[in-house]
């Protein structure tokens, strides 16, 4: 069975300023008309991190706007939303954000077979001389890309 795999949002700056050592799947407890507004593309999530509080993981700073065609039973923009994974997900999750500087960050927001999903990565924030190094790698293989170009044109 193919996997209908729809990406709604990609979180550019979370691979910028966090070194990924890990990602997992997992689903959102939405609402209704989160829903729908999911589907119509308005959300937004650059400053979003996950939580684990009492054995489950909430997602914090996710916005999801409200749904324009809704009725005055619209839901909050900025609640925290439950993430759905398997217990022992949880507690590796647990383990894994107990060590120093690990942060659970989500990567991107995406439709599966019609269920909202996320991919949440763990991260390590990186320094100042790392996302230098990003970049001047980036400049380089850029720079490469062009040469290369050149040289099959002439």
Same mark, same amino acid.
């Given at each position: 069975? %193919?996997?209908? @795999?729809?990406?709604?949002?990609? =979180?550019?700056?979370?691979?910028?300023?966090?070194?990924?050592?890990?990602? $997992?799947? #997992?689903?959102?407890? $939405?609402?209704? &008309?989160?829903? *729908? +507004?999911?589907?119509?593309?308005?959300?937004?999530?650059?400053?979003?991190?996950?939580?684990?509080?009492?054995?489950?993981?909430?997602? @914090?700073?996710?916005?999801? +706007?409200?749904? %324009?065609?809704?009725?005055?039973? =619209?839901?909050?923009?900025?609640?925290?939303?439950?993430?759905?994974?398997?217990?022992?997900?949880?507690?590796?999750?647990? @383990?894994? &954000?107990?060590?120093?500087?690990? &942060?659970?960050?989500?990567?991107?927001?995406?439709? *599966? =077979?019609?269920?909202?999903?996320? &991919?949440?990565?763990? #991260?390590?924030?990186?320094?100042?001389?790392? *996302?230098?190094?990003?970049?001047?790698?980036?400049?380089? !293989?850029?720079?490469?890309?062009?040469?290369?170009? !050149?040289?099959?044109?002439?």
């Amino acid at each position: 069975m %193919a996997q209908d @795999r729809k990406i709604i949002a990609v =979180n550019k700056k979370a691979r910028f300023n966090y070194s990924i050592e890990e990602s $997992l799947e #997992c689903g959102v407890a $939405l609402q209704g &008309t989160e829903v *729908k +507004s999911v589907k119509a593309g308005s959300v937004s999530f650059p400053d979003a991190f996950a939580d684990i509080v009492k054995g489950e993981v909430w997602l @914090r700073g996710f916005h999801i +706007s409200e749904y %324009a065609y809704s009725s005055v039973f =619209n839901h909050d923009p900025d609640r925290p939303k439950k993430l759905l994974l398997h217990r022992d997900e949880i507690k590796r999750l647990i @383990r894994k &954000t107990e060590e120093k500087g690990f &942060t659970l960050i989500p990567l991107d927001f995406y439709l *599966k =077979n019609g269920r909202v999903k996320i &991919t949440l990565g763990i #991260c390590k924030g990186k320094k100042l001389f790392d *996302k230098r190094a990003d970049i001047r790698e980036r400049d380089v !293989s850029r720079d490469m890309q062009r040469e290369f170009k !050149s040289m099959q044109r002439s």
